[in-house]
């Protein structure tokens, strides 16, 4: 499984291969997107969305563009699949970080709690908004949710680091099962808004449990696009801090690292990307669990090429993710946290099998 | 040189160290020995800026620990734990390599792909190269992690003003390997590097170390070349067990442990 050929640095240039790898994943999650813009309901072909896509972006297109396309690509189909990239981008390298902070591959923006977090005080803010919460949302705006979701990672990852991890040494199992308390009190925090909400809200409720990108809009897009490209931008600059992190905290102080620093912005990182994906798609699980997984596969372990790599993995995944939820049951959806969930339960367990022994 | 002065640490009501005093010459590799629970570990940890004293303070050639910028510290001053569990599937290469992780800032490509060549050399672990970490045996992992921490001093300034810190290096080693790590560290001293180690085996600080310092209940109890400390009384004091003193065929003391004295 410990693939080397593309990591090591013996006479061979592991920058270039890096960026060789790196170029190769940015290719593929550009055909994943002109396929994602192209398949549905009215199949339109690759030379044809490229053509409209090129238009938008201002540049010459070559090719005849129909109106009837152009408005199915820009009206619904551009904001969904930009709407994937961000959101599968967004939970992969949030959990790339948290697996490189927890030092464990088993850590999971789901699975420790941290999207239930995020999902808790986004429907606080559907349930209480129009109440409670009045003068916060008339400063917000509709910032209000991604926020709120911002403010429920941060305060989750940063309990969950707490609890889990004693002088740099993070226990596998009291991570593991503080998530699922973490998860359990952001559920029955759920289920007392759902009990005192109105019908309306209980609809919006619904759309949080379910993870879904159906309905992307442009303004979603804009709404979430700073809060996932930041962290995207600046989280490359703790990769060598994170590989350090790969022998242990207290080796990462030696080796020189500022550590308190590093874990300060790796989960303020994390709880603007997930906060950010929760909030415009509820909780969209295994995501950010599978593809650091798929990535120190293909090229090892080093930071350097895990955090960017995942980003761009995990837009591939979800473009991926939401088409069989858009296709499969035609003309109706599947919410795309089952899809994920169905594919990603089956890799949790293959998993903690080929580590049962090392779990203990 | 690294100056301990009047370290005194407390955890919980119970006193670790007490008022310690000790000196880290360059050149030299100064041996802890002492029972478990003597302060060795603790010792150490405050001698790396790892655990800061509850009184007394810890001067690097001159400057007080606390006031080094953590890069420059990390060129001079290297840490090597028991033993060091990788998280992810890294290639022994990976792992060596990330000792120059102080250096991303100043020494080219090329300078730290050879530090890391020296440093593997230096450990014996160059034919392990492209092993993956995790598959390894605790000795070869831990000749790697000594590998690691060569990689890190491997750079432009004074030997003199670099320190290597250990705690127990030896403790999962088998023979073998327990005296080629201390020769190699050894051999490191003779550059001109400060060692500080904590070991177990009194018969390997009397190979290896040119001072040893006896630590008991937070206290050193005895200081000196192996000659000067490895005694029956001070084994004793220190221990709570007879011993017998042997001479090695060079005159070195050979501690036999645990032996009856000689019936007249």
């Known amino acids: 499984m410990t693939t080397v050929p593309l990591a090591g640095i013996d006479g061979s240039l592991p920058a270039l291969r890096r960026g060789a790898v790196l170029a190769a994943l940015a290719l593929a999650l550009g055909i994943m997107f002109v396929v994602a813009v192209g398949m549905g309901p009215v199949p339109i072909s690759a030379p044809k969305v490229l053509a409209v896509l090129l238009d938008a972006a201002g540049l010459p297109s070559f090719g005849m563009i129909e109106e009837r396309d152009r408005a199915i690509i820009m009206a619904i189909r551009l904001p969904r699949a930009c709407l994937a990239v961000l959101v599968g981008a967004g939970l992969a390298l949030a959990g790339a970080l948290l697996q490189g902070l927890f030092r464990n591959p088993l850590a999971d923006p789901q699975l420790i709690g941290v999207s239930g977090g995020a999902a808790f005080a986004a429907v606080g803010t559907i349930v209480l908004g129009g109440t409670l919460l009045i003068p916060v949302t008339a400063i917000l705006g509709v910032y209000t949710l991604p926020v709120a979701a911002f403010i429920g990672c941060l305060t989750t990852t940063a309990l969950m680091y707490r609890l889990s991890t004693i002088e740099g040494r993070t226990f596998v199992a009291t991570m593991l099962l503080s998530g699922i308390a973490i998860n359990a009190l952001a559920m029955a925090g759920l289920g007392f808004f759902i009990f005192m909400s109105d019908d309306r809200q209980l609809r919006d409720i619904t759309f949080w449990m379910m993870g879904s990108l159906s309905g992307a809009t442009w303004k979603q897009v804009m709404t979430v696009a700073p809060f996932i490209l930041l962290p995207c931008v600046l989280v490359p600059g703790l990769a060598r801090a994170l590989n350090a992190f790969i022998l242990g905290e207290r080796d990462a102080v030696h080796l020189g690292f500022d550590t308190e620093t590093v874990k300060f912005a790796a989960i303020g990182a994390v709880a603007l990307a997930v906060g950010a994906s929760v909030a415009v798609s509820g909780t969209i699980g295994f995501v950010g669990l599978v593809v650091p997984h798929l990535i120190r596969l293909l090229g090892g372990a080093d930071h350097r090429l895990v955090l960017p790599g995942s980003a761009l993995i995990?837009?591939?995944?979800?473009?991926?993710?939401?088409?069989?939820?858009?296709?499969?049951?035609?003309?109706?959806?599947?919410?795309?946290?089952?899809?994920?969930?169905?594919?990603?339960?089956?890799?949790?367990?293959?998993?903690?099998?080929?580590?049962?022994?090392?779990?203990? | 040189m690294i100056t301990l002065?009047?370290?005194?640490?407390?955890?919980?009501?119970?006193?670790?160290?007490?008022?310690?005093?000790?000196?880290?010459?360059?050149?030299?590799?100064?041996?802890?020995?002492?029972?478990?629970?003597?302060?060795?570990?603790?010792?150490?940890?405050?001698?790396a800026g790892e655990l800061s004293p509850d009184s007394g303070s810890v001067w690097v050639d001159g400057k007080p620990l606390t006031s080094l910028p953590r890069v420059s510290l990390a060129r001079r001053r290297a840490v090597l734990a028991q033993s060091t569990h990788v998280a992810f599937p890294m290639s022994v290469a990976e792992v060596v390599e990330l000792g120059r992780s102080p250096y991303a800032s100043l020494a080219s490509r090329l300078e730290d792909e050879q530090a890391v060549e020296r440093a593997m050399l230096r450990a014996g672990v160059t034919a392990l190269r492209h092993r993956s970490y995790a598959t390894l045996s605790g000795g070869e992992q831990q000749r790697v992690q000594l590998a690691r921490v060569f990689a890190q001093l491997d750079g432009a300034s004074d030997p003199?003003?670099?320190?290597?810190?250990?705690?127990?290096?030896?403790?999962?080693?088998?023979?073998?390997?327990?005296?080629?790590?201390?020769?190699?560290?050894?051999?490191?001293?003779?550059?001109?590097?400060?060692?500080?180690?904590?070991?177990?085996?009194?018969?390997?600080?009397?190979?290896?170390?040119?001072?040893?310092?006896?630590?008991?209940?937070?206290?050193?109890?005895?200081?000196?070349?192996?000659?000067?400390?490895?005694?029956?009384?001070?084994?004793?004091?220190?221990?709570?067990?007879?011993?017998?003193?042997?001479?090695?065929?060079?005159?070195?003391?050979?501690?036999?442990?645990?032996?009856?004295?000689?019936?007249?």
């Open chain 2, 160 to 264: 003199g003003t670099r320190y290597l810190i250990l705690d127990e290096p030896t403790s999962s080693l088998d023979l073998a390997h327990q005296h080629q790590i201390l020769a190699a560290v050894q051999a490191l001293a003779r550059n001109g590097f400060a060692v500080l180690t904590v070991l177990h085996d009194p018969n390997l600080a009397s190979r290896y170390a040119d001072r040893i310092a006896v630590l008991r209940d937070g206290v050193i109890t005895a200081l000196g070349t192996p000659a000067q400390v490895l005694r029956p009384a001070t084994i004793e004091h220190a221990f709570g067990i007879a011993a017998r003193i042997l001479a090695d065929a060079d005159g070195s003391p050979v501690v036999v442990a645990g032996s009856r004295p000689i019936p007249a």
């Open chain 2, 5 to 47: 002065d009047h370290i005194s640490v407390a955890r919980r009501g119970r006193a670790l160290l007490r008022e310690v005093m000790l000196s880290l010459v360059p050149g030299e590799v100064l041996a802890l020995l002492g029972p478990n629970g003597a302060g060795k570990s603790t010792l150490a940890r405050v001698a």
């Open chain 1, 314 to 360: 995990g837009g591939v995944l979800l473009l991926a993710a939401d088409l069989i939820a858009r296709i499969a049951v035609a003309p109706a959806e599947l919410p795309i946290g089952l899809v994920t969930s169905a594919l990603g339960g089956p890799f949790f367990l293959w998993l903690l099998l080929s580590r049962r022994r090392t779990l203990g």
